[in-house]
């Protein structure tokens, strides 16, 4: 059991390059209710791993990330909420990658991170369906497809607001050379 998170859960996100989690946290910071903005642009792989794994997650994020390249991503416009509007990302590699992390994990997954997620980063969440409508309407014609690669992987703790950052895990495999 990690003595520093008690009872509370792990956090696992994929990390953003630099310029864009900048991008999607401005988004953020202007769309997102600020009375519940406690965090910057994140993409979530998991939701709540139990306290007692974050030894197991240190390892299996380190082994993951010391064996791959950053992970080819590419956003791929917007996504409703209901109630808010989203970043949406996809990433095959990514959710290979986090089904890997799922089956160390098995049996000890919540409903929640039981299912694959819909890879997106939140710029507005708890809003009505007009709300989230009007701004998808606003920002649609500046949302254009991007190619990016995902620079790692963080580990976070959750406490009920603002999460406590544990450790990022950059990727630092090598891409192998073609022999021909």
């Excluded at 202007?30 to 993409?43: D, G, I, S, T």
């Excluded at 010391?66 to 080819?72: I, K, L, N």
């Excluded at 996504?79 to 992390?101: H, Y």
């Excluded at 409508?133 to 991007?146: F, G, M, R, Y």
Aim: charged share 20%.
């Amino acid at each position: 059991m990690s003595a520093e998170a008690g009872t509370a859960p792990f956090i696992v996100t994929a990390l953003l390059p630099p310029e864009l989690a900048r991008w999607a946290t401005d988004l953020r910071t202007a769309h997102f209710p600020p009375e519940r903005n406690f965090l910057k642009a994140h993409v979530t792989l998991f939701h709540a791993l139990p306290y007692f794994c974050g030894d197991e997650a240190r390892a299996a994020l380190a082994q993951e990330t010391a064996e791959h390249v950053p992970v080819e991503a590419e956003l791929a416009g917007l996504m409703s909420l209901g109630g808010g509007t989203a970043l949406k990302l996809s990433s095959p590699a990514m959710l290979d990658l986090r089904d890997r992390l799922a089956g160390r994990f098995h049996g000890l997954l919540t409903a929640q991170d039981s299912h694959r997620p819909r890879l997106h980063v939140t710029i507005q969440n708890k809003v009505t369906a007009k709300e989230a409508k009007a701004l998808q309407a606003e920002l649609a014609p500046q949302i254009t497809p991007l190619r990016f690669r995902f620079s790692g992987l963080g580990l976070y703790i959750y406490r009920g607001g603002p999460w406590d950052h544990v450790r990022d895990y950059p990727f630092r495999g090598r891409p192998v050379a073609f022999r021909g």
